[in-house]
């Protein structure tokens, strides 16, 4: 083991207290040693962590990884492969396979066209918290509703499933849940999926799933696409919505830069997003020798990629720790790079955008109404960061 390379031990488990939005201090010390450390998996299984963004880049964009499940290289049995159609853990041809049919239904244009039901979804939301205010949770009231109705009927899930359907994909989301209990949710989820495909199927209506149902894809491949999409059409973006809210509210500057010129607001969803970074880190596994800045990675190894640290490279980014809503070095890696660049980028921008707009414009004073060392953070062992309630109120 090469002297000058730091180790990380172990995976932190939370975040330094006052500081909710920045990365685990031990991987922000990882990235002041350099942009590769040795990492032992918690399984035993030794790999690496990448925390430089020029580097994490370039892996992403490396075929010599490997995203599949099944050789995650990290515990000391077998992973099996990932389910049909969930192509998040797929490589090329099965990604591919999965990818290029949702590709047309996620453009940029596409998600511009759905801008207005995003603002008729947004004020709806915003009535109801002012009518029950001055007091609101945001998490509830704000961030989960928009991305969930959004995401659900764009798939076509009937209005009426759409709360139970919110609270099983917290639960396997949310990184508290006890293992039966997750099972108990994933395993519902999946059992709602496949009879909403079977629907689809007898009786399409205007949405994405009932699209695919007529192509080449099986019933047990639209029910892992289902999921993939709905998981991260929805607990993503809600997360983005409440802690990027929360940061604008501890960064009264940048909060009232944008408040005086809305139009920032594409510059501030940007922003918002590599310094969040709430899809803090991938793993990849090297299919051969693969040298990554200066060490060799032996075939089989498991590579973790930190996001959130590749977002505040100090070689990338001046004042990486700051958020700065002017920030003209853009580039972020926060929705990935490569092959498997988040589907649902633009949704999440568009989305973004006019949710932040509405909320600022219609509550001028809005702020915590708690101390923000008592918001309630999510655990690290969650994939998706964020909070789990967000205490505002409003002068009315």
Request: hydrophobic share 40%; charged share 25%; net charge negative.
């Amino acid at each position: 083991m090469s002297e000058s390379v730091h180790t990380v031990t172990t995976l932190p488990t939370e975040r330094q207290p006052g500081c909710p939005f920045d990365p685990p201090a031990e991987l922000t010390e990882a990235r002041s040693h350099g942009p590769i450390s040795h990492y032992t998996h918690p399984g035993g299984k030794p790999g690496w962590m990448i925390t430089g963004y020029d580097l994490v880049r370039s892996v992403l964009a490396d075929p010599r990884f490997s995203s599949r499940r099944d050789l995650l290289n990290v515990v000391d049995f077998e992973l099996p492969p990932a389910p049909p159609g969930e192509f998040l853990l797929m490589d090329d041809p099965e990604h591919s396979r999965y990818r290029k049919p949702l590709v047309g239904k996620f453009t940029a244009r596409r998600m511009r066209l759905l801008t207005e039901r995003i603002e008729q979804i947004t004020t709806e939301c915003l009535d109801a918290m002012e009518k029950a205010g001055p007091t609101a949770d945001l998490v509830t009231a704000f961030a989960k509703p928009i991305p969930t109705i959004i995401i659900c009927e764009l798939l076509g899930v009937p209005y009426e499933d759409r709360a139970s359907f919110q609270e099983q994909i917290d639960k396997f989301m949310n990184g508290e849940t006890g293992d039966e209990e997750l099972m108990a949710a994933y395993t519902a989820t999946q059992e709602y999926l496949a009879q909403l495909v079977v629907a689809k199927r007898a009786n399409p209506t205007d949405d994405v799933l009932s699209e695919l149902t007529d192509s080449d894809l099986t019933d047990e491949e639209l029910k892992g696409i289902s999921l993939i999409l709905l998981a991260a059409g929805f607990d993503t973006t809600a997360n983005m919505l409440s802690l990027g809210a929360f940061a604008l509210l501890e960064n009264p500057e940048q909060l009232a830069a944008l408040r005086a010129d809305p139009a920032l607001i594409d510059q501030a969803v940007e922003e918002l997003l590599r310094y969040l970074s709430v899809a803090k880190s991938f793993m990849r596994t090297a299919l051969e020798d693969v040298e990554v800045g200066g060490q060799t990675i032996k075939a089989g190894t498991t590579v973790v990629l930190s996001y959130n640290t590749a977002n505040r490279d100090p070689e990338r980014y001046a004042d990486p720790h700051l958020l700065n809503l002017n920030r003209q070095d853009g580039g972020h890696l926060a929705f990935g790079h490569g092959i498997h660049l988040c589907l649902g980028a633009q949704l999440a921008r568009v989305e973004m955008r006019v949710a932040f707009t509405a909320l600022l414009q219609r509550f001028p004073t809005l702020r915590l109404a708690v101390p923000a060392e008592d918001v309630a953070v999510r655990p690290e062992t969650a994939d998706i960061y964020g909070v789990k309630s967000l205490p505002v109120t409003w002068d009315v």
